[in-house]
C-alpha cells in the first residue's frame, strides 16, 4: 500500500481558496483514478473529485456539489495529486482526504454517493470555511 500525506488545509473565509496536495510515497502511475473525497462532522466520507489517467489526457469528474468550484489534477512524475478549490462555502467544511477510486466506479450513477472502504486512509487534512 502506498503511503499517501494530505496538505494544504486550513481556515479560509468564504469565497476563498485553497488548494490541496496529496503525495505518495510511491508511484501513483498504476493508481488510474485517483480521488479526493472528504468527511464533514457527523457524516460520511464520500468522493468529491476524481482524475483518470488517459494516453490521451486525463478526466476528470466532480460530485455536482463541487463543479465549477474545484480542479482537480495529477503529476504522476512528481506522485502528486492536487485540488484547486474556489470560492468556498461553509458545507465544504470537513478532513479531505485522498485515495485511489475503484475503475467500475467511473461514470456509475452512484459514483459521489456510494460509501468506499478502504484498507488505508491517510490523516486527511482539515478544510474549515468560515467568517
Known amino acids: 500500500q502506498v503511503q499517501l500525506v494530505e496538505s494544504g488545509g486550513g481556515l479560509v473565509q468564504p469565497g476563498g481558496s485553497l488548494r490541496l496536495s496529496c503525495a505518495a510515497a510511491?508511484?501513483?502511475?498504476?493508481?488510474?483514478?485517483m480521488g479526493w473525497y472528504r468527511q464533514a462532522p457527523g457524516k460520511e466520507r464520500r468522493l468529491v473529485a476524481a482524475?483518470?489517467?488517459?494516453?490521451?489526457?486525463?478526466?476528470?469528474d466532480y460530485a455536482d456539489s463541487v463543479k465549477g468550484r474545484f480542479t482537480i489534477s495529477r503529476d504522476n512524475a512528481k506522485n502528486t495529486v492536487y485540488l484547486q478549490m474556489n470560492s468556498l462555502k461553509p458545507e465544504d467544511t470537513a478532513v479531505y482526504y485522498c485515495?485511489?477510486?475503484?475503475?467500475?466506479?467511473w461514470g456509475a450513477g452512484d459514483m459521489f454517493v456510494r460509501p468506499y472502504e478502504f484498507d488505508y486512509w491517510g490523516q486527511g487534512t482539515q478544510v474549515t470555511v468560515s467568517s
Open positions: 485515495n485511489q477510486v475503484p475503475l467500475n466506479s
Open positions: 510511491g508511484s501513483i502511475r498504476d493508481m488510474f483514478i
Open positions: 482524475v483518470r489517467s488517459q494516453r490521451s489526457g486525463d478526466s476528470t
